[in-house]
């Protein structure tokens, strides 16, 4: 393990990263992300020394932790720790587990700057340091083994950096006029669909069954007997459907359940899960029984909205969603 305490401002631009591993695999791992997203290793420390060396860090671009391993304690103390900072200091955090570790990392780290990666590549962490540090690194790419990498890598970044750019952005601007004025709405218009969904003419909808619920879950599997599963990734409505199933059946679904349901790379589900619950459709709960577990659930909105859907839908000449 190594460490370099020297601080950003002796690297200009360069943004710095933190990582805690709790093996050496790991931390090769993440050395090679953090070179390849144009990034400096500030530190590469073990598990052990994390709490501490937090402690008394200064200011620093992003801090990294690879899990191998269940460390007990130690690790849902560190979790603990990463989730007040990130929240108290706006610092992002990247947190790699294992997918037997996913439910009680997502148990202790939901609200700040934080990302979850599950058994990722080199391509999900360039990924996810990219959008910590929000374009601020130049993709490094005399670090990668081959030329295909070093494009593949330089048009990932790329991409997640105009992604990084383009929301924060859209969360600065405010509409200066009125759609249809001129205004920043009226510059791009939705393409005209042949077909448009009918206003729903039911107050109160009759919720659905679970196993009608099901039925459209195994219509969307059946399409993978026949197509390229890729061709319909849908991991929110999967999981919203899932978690429709399940409420209706009176189940709990945990975060690695849900991501299973998500038929999406764990990852990716992560952040959708983040997403879903950003936008008021999903709520977390503690599991009573187990502080390391918590249970998603939908949110009253959702069901409102899901029961509405279902309504409409499914007409009275039995049309099949």
């Not at 997918?99 to 996810?128: K, M, Q, W, Y």
């Not at 991501?259 to 977390?284: C, H, K, N, Q, Y």
Request: charged share 25%.
């Amino acid at each position: 393990m190594t460490d370099d305490v020297g601080g950003r401002e002796c690297h200009g631009a360069v943004p710095s990263a933190l990582i805690f591993a709790d093996s050496e695999a790991g931390g090769e791992a993440v050395s090679e992300a953090v070179i390849a997203a144009g990034g400096r290793i500030a530190a590469l420390l073990c598990l052990h020394d994390a709490v501490e060396r937090l402690n008394r860090q200064a200011a620093i671009d992003v801090v990294i932790v690879e899990l191998s391993r269940d460390h007990g304690p130690l690790m849902d103390r560190l979790l603990d720790l990463l989730g007040y900072m990130a929240v108290r200091d706006n610092r992002p955090v990247v947190v790699a587990a294992p997918f037997v570790l996913l439910d009680c990392v997502a148990a202790r780290l939901s609200n700040g700057p934080i990302t979850l990666l599950c058994e990722p590549d080199l391509f999900d962490r360039v990924s996810a340091l990219s959008l910590a540090w929000g374009g601020m690194a130049a993709l490094g790419v005399a670090d990668i083994s081959t030329d295909a990498d070093s494009a593949r890598l330089r048009r990932l970044a790329e991409e997640v950096n105009r992604i990084a750019r383009t929301l924060v952005r859209l969360s600065n601007d405010k509409p200066t006029s009125p759609p249809g004025l001129g205004g920043p709405a009226s510059r791009v218009a939705d393409v005209q669909l042949r077909y448009s969904a009918q206003p729903l003419d039911v107050k109160a909808p009759t919720m659905p069954s679970a196993e009608e619920v099901r039925d459209v879950l195994r219509l969307r599997r059946m399409r993978n007997r026949f197509f390229d599963s890729t061709l319909f990734a849908d991991p929110a409505w999967d999981m919203l459907l899932d978690l429709m199933a399940a409420q209706l059946e009176g189940e709990e679904v945990s975060v690695s359940s849900l991501s299973i349901a998500a038929s999406v790379p764990s990852t990716t589900a992560l952040r959708w899960i983040r997403t879903m619950t950003d936008l008021g459709l999903f709520e977390r709960r503690a599991d009573p029984t187990d502080g390391r577990r918590i249970y998603i659930n939908l949110t009253e909105a959702a069901v409102t909205a899901l029961a509405g859907y279902f309504a409409a839908a499914n007409p009275q000449d039995g049309l099949m969603i």
